[in-house]
Every structure is written in C-alpha cells, then in structure tokens.
C-alpha cells in the first residue's frame, strides 16, 4: 500500500459495509387487548350495582375515553402513512413534531407500541436522509421504549438494535455497536432465529475489523460460513467481510481468491465487492485496475434504490485518496468536493463551509482532512482540520465508555500531528512566534483526552456541588466503569453467558441514560468545553516553581520537543530515526531485570547519555527544578536516571545521574501541571500492607516500611489479613494520602492492569468506578506506571486508575521494583515528608540519600534500585516547620547581637 502524509487508503473512517435489516418498519404485528373472561366479568358487573343509577354517564365517559385512546393510536399510525406515501426532509420535521405530542399523551399498551414504531420508522428515514446522528437517537429512544414495555410482539432486533448496531459501527461508536449487536445476536439465540444471529456475526465482524481485531474477525466469519441455515445473501456477505479481514493481516492471495470467486460467479457484484477488490489492486500497485474497479463500485451503488448520500460521498471520498497516492491533485480535489457536496449540497461551489453547516458525520473527517492536506495556504488548511475537529467533537459527544473515546481520538491526535507539521515548517520560515504557541496548542489538545475530560468534569462538579444533574452524571459513569469490570472479570473467570449478556443489558440501558444527563449538562454548561492552557499560565507557573518544561509530542516519524521557561519557548523537531528508537528501546530494557545493568555496566552508561543527548537535555540551563511531559515511549523513561556526562566509572555514587542536577517532576498534560495546587489540609495517612506472610509473594520488607509508616507519620495501617478490599474502599475516603505496598501488575493483551490487596485483586476499571480525592497516592508496587499504552492517552495503568478516581499527586514504579530497596526508599521519603510536607522534594531527596547511603553495596546502587519511582504532580516547595523557623530566627538574633558587640567595642 503507499504510504503518504495522507491517511491511507481504506481510512480508519471507512467500515466494512454491514449486511443489515434497515427496511420499512411494518404496521404488522399490532398487539390487541383481549376480553376478560366470565368470572372476571361477574365480579366487575357486582362491582358495579352500587353505582347502577350513574351507568349512563359511566358508559358515555368511559366510551369517550376509549374513542379518544383508539383515536389516538390510529392518528400515530395515520401520520406515518401518510408521510410514507410523501416522505422528505420537510415533512420529517414535521413527524418529529407530532411524535413530541403523541409522546406526552400516550398511556395504554397498544399507544406506546404505535409509538415504538413510529420512532423506528423515524430512526430509518433520518438515517435515509443522512441524518446519522438523528437517526441513532430514535433508534436509542425505541430501545429505551421497549425496555421499559417489553413488547414481545414486536421484532426489536430487526427494526431497531441492528440498524442501531451499524449506525453506531459507521460513527466509530465501536463499544457500543459491539454490545449492541451481541444484545440482538443473544435475543436471535433465545428465539431460534439463525438469520437473525448471522446477520448479527456479520455485523459484529464489522466492529472487529474496524478495531484491529482481524483474527478475532476471521475466527467468526470461518465458523459461521459452516453454519448449513445461512442465505445465499448472507454467505456472500461473510465471505465478503472475510476477504477483507484477511486482505487486512496480509494475506492477499486468500483475499484475492475470494473476490475473484465472487466477482466470477455473480454472487457479490455490489460496491462494497468492487471496493474490496480496489483495495488489493492498490496493493499491488495496480492503480488503473483499482479506479477502475471503484467506477464499478459507484455504477453498482446508483443501480441500489435504497443507496444513501453518505455512501454516495464515501466512495467520492475514497477515489479522491486513490488519486491523491497517484499524486493527481487535480482529480483528487474535485472527488473531494463531489463527497463534500453531496453532503452539504447547499453549499456553494469551492467555498470553505461554516461549523454551523456540518453535523456528527464522519466522512467529513476524511474529506476535510484531504481538502486541508491539499491546501497550499497555512491559514486556509488550518480551517479545514479545526472543521474536522469540531466534527471529531460532535461525534465524541455521543460516546460514554472511555474504550471508545480513546479510539475515536487516535485519528484528532494524527489530525494534531498534521497541524503541527505544517506550523513548524512556516514557523522555520518565518520565525513567528505565535506560529510555535498554536502548535503547542494543538499537542496539548491531543494528550489525554479522556483523563483531562473527566477531569474537567470533576472540577465542573467542584464549582456546582449541589448541582443533582451533575451529580447524577458522575454517579452513572462511576456505575458504568463497575458493570464494565464486572463484564471483565465474567470474560475472565468464563462466566456464564446469561450473566454476560446480563451485563451487556445493563450497559446498553446505562450508555442510554447516561447520554441523555450529557446532553443535559451541555445545554446547561455549553461554555464548559476542554480547551487547553494558556502558555503565559505555563510560563507563571514555571516562574513560581523555578523550573522549567520538556513537553514531548511523540508523532508517526517525528518527536517534537516544546521546551518552556519562565520566559521562553523553544520548538525543537527529531527525526524518530533507527539509531534513536534502539536508544530509547536500549534504555527502557535496561531495567527489565535487577542484574542487567550490573551485567555491563558501560553498556549502560553509554546508553543513558546518549539518550541524554538525544532528547537534548543538555539546554535546560541551570534551573532548579524541570517538569517532564512524556508521550509515547517516553512514559516508561526514568529521567533521573540518565547520566548529564559521559564517565568511565563504575561506581554508581560518582555517576553524573541527572537527579544530581536536577529535581524532577513528570507531569500528564501542561493544563494538569497548571492548574496544581497545595492544599493546607492535615496529612493523614491509610497504609495498605498485605505482606503475602509465608506465600511465594511475602513482601517481608514491607513490615520495615509500615513501621517508617507509622513512626514518621499521623497514619492508620491495615496490616496482613486486615488488608482487604474491602477495608480499602471503606476507608480510602477518610484519608488525604493512601499508601499501598503491595503487589501489582502492568496487565497484558488479556487482563488488564491490576493491584492486589491480601483477598483479592482489584482490576483498572474497578479503580474508574471509585470516588476519591486525595491529596497523594503512594503506590509501593511493581509496574504501577506501566500498561496497554494508548497513543495520545499515555499508559493505561493501575497509577492512571488513581488519577482518574481523583488523585492529585502520585508516586509509582515504572519496572518490577525490589522489596528491600523500596523500603529503604520509602522510609527516606517519609521521613523527609514529615519535616517539609513535599511529596515532591522528598522523593528526590530520597534518591540522593539512597545513593549517599554507606550502608548500600555498590551493586544495590545501580539505577534499577533506586530510579524507579517517579512523581507526578505540583512543584511543592519544602515547609519549614516551626520548630526549624525558631532556631533560624534564634541564629539571627545571635549573628546579630555579636555584631553589635563587636562595632561597639571598637
């Protein structure tokens, strides 16, 4: 495939086309009451004799009730009919305005089953129309009727959650779109429907395509195309999405075969067939084969009666990326805006469309970016991507589960990238400085998205405290992270399928809820948006704290370096070249075992400086304190631990380690070092001590600690067997610092990171469900810092869970650290902590003490020891206690008074 600054052919944007009911939704199926029986009718009738002399008028009132319901019922079904004999976008409007007044008079079962499939019918046509967004609401609102109906009558998977699942897939909503369709494919099971659960695997294969997970992808589509009850059309289908699967892993001639076969025997001559076909063609550099080959795809597409605009505008925008690896930039552009018109056929030709004209639509991400990367004016390309990111913004809105947000911001941080590039090129040009700032802005915008959202809404929560909405909002998404790490730990354990589909139930109803209060809170807050951070609030707060900022952006091919002082700003761009990636790589292995530096010492130090040298940390000058803002690869680096100098010793005491130059602080986005703060509450401590006694796990020196612990601080420990779960979370609230020395993990492919209390293990999206907001959080362990590492949103690790449950300022472990050392470690901290109250000045100053320390061998100096913990958090400066303020003024009064004496005696 070639390659380009353009996003390649068959873009993240562009899913397999699902095989999906999405017809009409018939009137058939319309539940009736049935008559009571005799013994019900006696008892009514004697429950009447008392009232005989009133039956007339019971009669008349009751008679008009009922003509009003039936009445009300038929004028739902009659408005339908009549806007399917006529339908438009106008009329459209129209139906939505009647359904907001049916909605708030019906009562009786029949009513709401008129209306369940009114909103159906109003999903599908918006979505005819290319109403994407619009569309998945009524479907959401129909789910949400028959969920709290339960009408059996009605086919809900086929009118509603598939066409609801493909909508969510088309719109990147890919967490959703997977429980979704596992949602019908379990209600097809139930029911004995094998259409309906094969039109549900070809489906979900479409999610797992569009995720990565091709071999999970052809694992499905291999044991379905076994299955004997499949249609002709669903066999093509899967076969179809099996190609391209197989295409995806590399696997080009079984591709081939496939399309060939179908192409052949007329099975699959329809424009999803074609635009497979294309995308091997490409790859084997057959360009004309592959035009080709999309011309029969958008022929194939305007023979379908049912083809909507936005495929018509994908395909567009698909043959405009063909040309562009061609480098036909004039046939490009003009495919470009056929899709943009066919989206936005209002707008007139070669004009730059307004914010107010676009919607929740994601082909317009793949066209505004290609219309941005063909511009040769920067300030014109620069509109075309903030267009696309507000679009990207319009889909996020929809999305609820972090997994999701997370994918959906992979392509905003290459967009970001893209920005970046072409700032700094006119920025080498020209020399502007503002130019470098909005390529700042840009980076910042694109590093943990997620984090910084939940984050804002905390800080939101924070300035409304009685605001219920807002309440309510937090109580939901802390709800939801729960019924996730239920649903991981089922996967886990091989739960029973009702228990979790049980739980993917729940979290559909939950998404749904919880996108209603965040529509709710945008309308009341709209100006609460993430934007980022001023520089000139940086460039304070670097005054403030004497220090001085390495903010990495770490892109495809390239790191950007922003180096930020109290006054300055540099931009420095890096080719991520072979010699530096096996550098850092070098680097970051180094601490895989405690002997492998002691193994070859020299290896190590040469690696370190020129690590040093490579990220250029030389020209941080002679400031006190730095603040590192890492990215990609960067997150697993112990900056402290590279050498300012090359040396030939051996003696790790005599090392020139960066911790002697400088004391350290990592921080995850500039807005979060910003916006840090001190607070004056009383320190108290809860110590987390399993211990593991007389198991291959004990942590014997963790009792060596939690008596540092407890010596040096105002704390409360939960020693071995109290060191439960449990006691954990019921006490955690009470506690402005938590301290766990136990074990943990970085997680793997399957489970993801996790910290053990003495019962049990607590798992990452159990730490997103908690509530806490401590000042500190110590975390004694292994890997604390390390797990699945998202681009943009840095390591998803058991430390990422304490921050997004609250926690201002932590400390952890980037490797497998040593038991005796950690507690060397941690009682230098503490008891530095005790005197000057700063988690971050203790942490360096225990370094520089473990290093100093006599006591150490010299083998058990080596950088694996001691280098592993790092801080993230606010620059606070060391108090002085009382006590030390006493003598200080004492030594003053004394220097003072000996001067006076001496001037008077001569």
């Known amino acids: 495939m070639v390659s380009g600054s353009f996003s390649g052919f068959w873009a993240s944007h562009s899913p397999l086309s699902p095989l999906a009911s999405e017809g009409v939704v018939g009137l058939s199926g319309v539940a009736t009451s049935l008559p009571a029986n005799g013994s019900q009718g006696r008892e009514l009738q004697q429950s009447l004799n008392p009232l005989r002399r009133f039956l007339p008028l019971i009669i008349i009132l009751f008679a008009s009730q009922f003509l009003l319901a039936q009445q009300l019922e038929e004028n739902i079904y009659n408005s339908l009919d009549q806007f399917i004999e006529n339908p438009s976008e106008e009329n459209l409007e129209m139906l939505q305005i009647k359904e907001a007044t049916f909605e708030t008079n019906v009562t009786s079962e029949e009513e709401k089953l008129a209306l369940l499939i009114l909103d159906c019918n109003l999903g599908y046509y918006n979505n005819r129309f290319g109403r994407t967004q619009f569309a998945i609401d009524w479907y959401e609102k129909a789910w949400k009727l028959y969920e709290e109906n339960k009408f059996t009558t009605y086919d809900i998977s086929e009118f509603c959650l598939k066409p609801l699942g493909n909508l969510y897939t088309i719109t990147g909503a890919f967490t959703n779109a997977e429980s979704t369709i596992k949602q019908y494919i379990h209600l097809a099971e139930e029911a004995k429907n094998p259409i309906q659960r094969t039109s549900g695997v070809i489906n979900l294969s479409v999610v797992y395509h569009n995720t990565g997970n091709y071999q999970t992808a052809i694992l499905i589509l291999e044991k379905e195309l076994q299955n004997k009850t499949i249609t002709k059309s669903q066999k093509a289908a899967l076969e179809n999405n099996l190609a391209t699967n197989l295409f995806a892993i590399g696997k080009t001639d079984e591709a081939q075969e496939i399309i060939d076969r179908a192409i052949k025997n007329g099975s699959l001559i329809s424009a999803k067939a074609y635009k497979n076909a294309a995308q091997i063609a490409v790859r084997e550099n057959d360009f004309q084969k592959a035009e080709n080959y999309l011309f029969q795809a958008e022929r194939a597409l305007s023979q379908n009666p049912d083809f909507s605009a936005r495929e018509l505008a994908k395909l567009y925008q698909e043959q405009a990326q063909l040309y562009m690896m061609q480098q036909k930039d004039a046939e490009a552009n003009k495919s470009l805006q056929k899709s943009l018109h066919t989206l936005l056929p209002n707008l007139e030709k070669d ?128 709800k939801q992270e729960a019924l996730i790490n239920n649903l991981v730990r089922a996967q886990l354990s091989e739960g029973s399928k009702e228990d979790i589909n049980n739980i993917t139930f729940s979290l559909n109803s939950l998404h749904l809820e919880l996108k209603t209060v965040a529509k709710e809170i945008a309308l009341k807050y709209p100006e609460e948006e993430n934007t980022t951070v001023a520089i000139e609030t940086i460039q304070q707060k670097l005054l403030e704290d004497s220090a001085r900022m390495y903010y990495f952006f770490f892109g495809r091919e390239v790191l950007y370096t922003f180096r930020i002082s109290n006054a300055t700003m540099e931009l420095q761009k890096k080719p991520i070249t072979a010699k530096f990636s096996n550098i850092l790589l070098d680097y970051i292995h180094s601490f895989d075992t405690s002997s492998k530096i002691n193994d ?130 019921n006490e955690a609230p ?120 006599g006591d150490i061998s010299t083998i058990k100096k080596s950088p694996y020891y001691w280098s592993s913990f790092v801080y993230y958090g606010g620059l606070s400066e060391a108090k002085t206690s009382y006590n030390t303020l006493i003598v200080f003024v004492g030594l003053t009064l004394l220097v003072l008074f000996i001067v006076v004496m001496r001037k008077k005696r001569t």
């Not at 219920?468 to 939901?476: D, G, I, P, V």
């Not at 020299?602 to 490579?614: D, G, H, I, M, V």
């Not at 401590?685 to 009792?703: A, D, M, Q, R």
């Open 734 to 853: 009470r506690y402005n610092i938590l301290h766990l020395s136990t074990h943990a993990s970085g997680g793997d492919f399957v489970i993801p990171a996790n910290i053990q209390f003495i019962d049990d293990v607590m798992l990452l999206h159990e730490l997103y469900s908690l509530d806490l907001h401590p000042e500190l959080v110590v975390l004694s362990a292994c890997e604390t810092g390390i797990g699945k590492l998202q681009k943009g949103e840095g390591a998803m690790s058991v430390a990422r869970g304490f921050q997004y449950a609250g926690a201002k300022n932590l400390l952890f472990s980037l490797w497998k650290v040593n038991d005796l050392s950690t507690a060397q470690l941690m009682d230098s901290f503490y008891k530095s902590f005790r005197k000057n109250e700063s988690a971050f000045v203790s942490n360096h100053l225990s370094k520089l003490k473990y290093l100093q320390n």
């Open 600 to 729: 070859d010492i020299p290896k190590y130090t040469k690696t370190a400086f020129s690590l040093y040298q490579e990220l250029d940390l030389k020209n941080h000058s002679k400031v006190k304190n730095l603040v590192i803002i890492p990215d990609g690869l960067l997150n697993f680096v112990s900056f402290e631990a590279l050498l300012t100098e090359e040396t030939n010793t051996i003696n790790y005491s005599k090392m020139p380690f960066l911790v002697k130059a400088q004391s350290l602080a990592y921080n995850t986005t500039a807005g979060m070092y910003a916006n840090s703060s001190r607070s004056e509450e009383k320190n108290k401590v809860l110590g987390v001590f399993p211990v593991f006694y007389n198991t291959k796990s004990e942590l014997k020196f963790s009792v060596n600690e939690s008596e540092s612990l407890d010596r040096d601080m105002n704390s409360t420990l939960l020693m071995r067997e109290q060191a439960t779960k449990a006691n954990f979370l």
């Open 351 to 478: 004009q730059l469309p307004e914010a107010s004209m676009l919607y929740a639509e994601n082909t317009f991400l793949d066209v505004l970016d290609g219309l941005a990367h063909q511009e040769t004016d920067l300030e014109i390309a620069l509109q075309y991507f903030d267009l696309s990111f507000y679009v990207s913004q319009l889909l996020s809105r929809e999305l609820n589960s972090q997994e999701a947000k997370i994918l959906h911001q992979l392509d905003d941080r290459v967009r970001s990238e893209k920005c970046i590039a072409l700032l700094f090129d006119n920025y080498q040009n020209s020399g502007d400085d503002t130019l470098m700032e909005r390529a700042f802005n840009y980076a910042e915008r694109s590093k943990a998205v997620v984090l910084s959202e939940m984050q804002l809404k905390r800080s939101l929560l924070s300035q409304h405290l009685n605001d219920t909405l807002l309440q309510k909002e937090q109580q939901l998404i802390r």
